[in-house]
T-cell receptor, first 114, second 114 residues
Framework: AQSVSQHNHHVILSEAASLELGCNYSYGGTVNLFWYVQYPGQHLQLLLKYFSGDPLVKGIKGFEAEFIKSKFSFNLRKPSVQWSDTAEYFCAVTPRRGYQKVTFGIGTKLQVIP | TAGITQAPTSQILAAGRSMTLRCTQDMRHNAMYWYRQDLGLGLRLIHYSNTAGTTGKGEVPDGYSVSRANTDDFPLTLASAVPSQTSVYFC?????????????FGPGTRLTVL
């Protein structure tokens, strides 16, 4: 079975600082990778996803993530965060073949200080 | 399009009582899921259904049951609630026949068991 590890559980940044949230997964086969965001009091929404092709994927609101297969990583980045990026971020993985469940990391809470 | 709706939005329940959390989707997705979200534990899968008429156990199924009589509805039942079931419950759906298995989430139900 697959698993996901998010290294930073709580991150505090000032506005305009750069962001990188770590995500590593374990699984022996090909995977689809996701980052979801949960704004305060809201449900999870898809931020970006990787299926195949260019390992650098761009999502909404200026976020991007890079899939490094050799490191089993899918780190989320943003060059300059805004106060409105305050939210909890979840990395998720699912094996590509067949009916497979999605496994989520425990999440990283990002607090952006104005 | 409503996407996924959940009811109730929140509920306070006495221990030992039963309750059904409702979930309805209008996207004709074949797969549906129930997660609970707890502080420091992220999202944990309770039960899932790959298609109408079938269900499966997730990571934390004890104390919960589900049914999938049709494509749209996926109710979660607590037969005899206990305080450890205090949590926020999210229903999700996905089209596993597609490429990405992206999950779409409902707004959640906040349940407090006293």
């Amino acid at each position: 079975a697959q698993s996901v590890s998010q290294h930073n559980h709580h991150v505090i940044l000032s506005e305009a600082a750069s962001l990188e949230l770590g995500c590593n997964y374990s699984y022996g086969g090909t995977v689809n990778l996701f980052w979801y965001v949960q704004y305060p009091g809201q449900h999870l929404q898809l931020l970006l996803k990787y299926f195949s092709g260019d390992p650098l994927v761009k999502g909404i609101k200026g976020f991007e993530a890079e899939f490094i297969k050799s490191k089993f990583s899918f780190n989320l980045r943003k060059p300059s965060v805004q106060w409105s990026d305050t939210a909890e971020y979840f990395c998720a993985v699912t094996p590509r073949r067949g009916y497979q469940k999605v496994t989520f990391g425990i999440g990283t809470k990002l607090q952006v200080i104005p | 399009t409503a996407g996924i709706t959940q009811a109730p939005t929140s509920q306070i329940l006495a221990a030992g009582r039963s309750m059904t959390l409702r979930c309805t989707q209008d996207m004709r997705h074949n797969a549906m899921y129930w997660y609970r979200q707890d502080l420091g534990l992220g999202l944990r899968l309770i039960h899932y259904s790959n298609t109408a008429g079938t269900t499966g156990k997730g990571e934390v199924p004890d104390g919960y049951s589900v049914s999938r009589a049709n494509t749209d509805d996926f109710p979660l039942t607590l037969a005899s609630a206990v305080p450890s079931q205090t949590s926020v419950y999210f229903c999700a759906s996905s089209d596993t026949g597609g490429t990405y298995n992206e999950q779409f989430f409902g707004p959640g139900t906040r349940l407090t068991v006293l």
